[in-house]
C-alpha cells in the first residue's frame, strides 16, 4: 500500500522493479513484482499472456540468480557441464500465480571426483533457497521421484529412447534451457528436439492421448 500511495509510477511501470531485494529477501522481490504485473493486468494495461509472460521472465531472472549462486559456493562444481531444463508452463513462459517450476537437472564431465553426488547437492540447494519462493519440483526427472534430483546426460539419453513413457515425451514438448553452462544448454535441447519432433508416436501412444482427451472433454468441459 505504501509503495502504491507513494511510488505509484514504479508499480505501474513495466520491467522488473525492486531489484536490491534480489540478495536480501527473494521472496518479498517474487511479491512485490507479481504484485506489479497483477496491477497493470487488473488495469488493463497488459494481457493475460503478457501478464503470464511477465511472470515466467521474473521468474526465469530469480531462478537463474539463485543458481549462479548455488554453483559458484560449490568449487568442486568446476570441470562438470550443468544444465538446468525448464519444462510445462515454466518452460512454455505461461506460468501464474502460485505455479510450480518443473525442472530437470543433467550434466556431463568430470573425472576424479563423484559428479553425480556434486550435482545432486546443487539441486538440494537450490529448492532449500527458493524453498520460500517457489515451489521448485523435480518430479519429471527419469525415473521418477525416487531417483536422484541430478541425471548424468548419457544415461538420460539412454532412458528416453528404452524406457520414456508417452507423458515424458509430451513433457519435453515445451523444454527449454534455463541455468548452466550454454554449449551444454544447447547440446541437451538439440537432443530434446530430435527426440521428441525426430520420430513419429508409437500407434498405441495415439490411441493413449485419444484416450486421455476424451477424459478430460468428459470430465473437465
Given amino acids: 500500500f505504501e509503495a502504491l500511495v507513494g511510488r505509484s509510477e514504479d508499480l505501474l511501470s513495466p520491467g522488473i522493479g525492486w531489484a536490491f531485494l534480489k540478495s536480501s529477501n527473494l521472496q518479498r522481490h517474487r511479491l512485490y513484482n507479481e504484485f506489479k504485473s497483477v496491477l ?3 488495469l488493463g494495461e497488459i494481457s493475460a499472456r503478457e501478464l503470464t509472460g511477465e511472470l515466467s521472465n521474473l521468474a526465469d531472472e530469480i531462478v ?4 549462479t549462486r548455488v554453483r559458484t559456493e560449490s ?7 550443468v544444465a538446468l531444463i525448464a519444462l510445462g508452463k515454466f518452460g512454455g513462459g505461461e506460468i501464474s500465480i502460485g505455479s510450480d517450476l518443473d525442472v530437470i537437472l543433467l550434466h556431463k564431465g568430470g573425472s576424479g571426483v563423484n559428479p553425480s553426488k556434486i ?5 538440494r540447494r537450490l529448492r532449500e533457497m527458493l524453498d520460500q519462493v517457489y515451489q521448485v519440483d523435480f518430479r519429471l526427472r527419469p525415473e521418477g521421484k525416487n531417483a536422484p534430483l541430478a541425471t548424468e546426460f548419457e544415461y538420460y539419453k ?3 529412447t528404452d524406457r520414456a513413457s508417452l507423458w515424458e515425451r509430451q513433457s519435453l514438448v515445451k ?3 534455463v541455468a548452466g553452462d550454454a554449449d551444454f544448454g544447447r547440446e541437451v535441447m538439440d537432443h530434446v528436439v530430435s527426440s521428441v519432433y525426430g520420430s513419429p508416436l508409437p500407434k498405441k501412444w495415439k490411441k493413449e492421448i485419444l484416450s486421455m482427451r476424451g477424459r478430460m472433454v468428459k470430465e473437465r468441459s
Fill in 175 to 177: 523444454a527449454r534451457f
Fill in 40 to 42: 497493470r493486468f487488473v
Fill in 75 to 81: 568449487g568442486q562444481a568446476r570441470g562438470l557441464s
Fill in 64 to 67: 537463474v540468480d539463485a543458481f
Fill in 119 to 123: 550435482v545432486n547437492t546443487l539441486g
Fill in 158 to 160: 539412454d532412458y528416453f
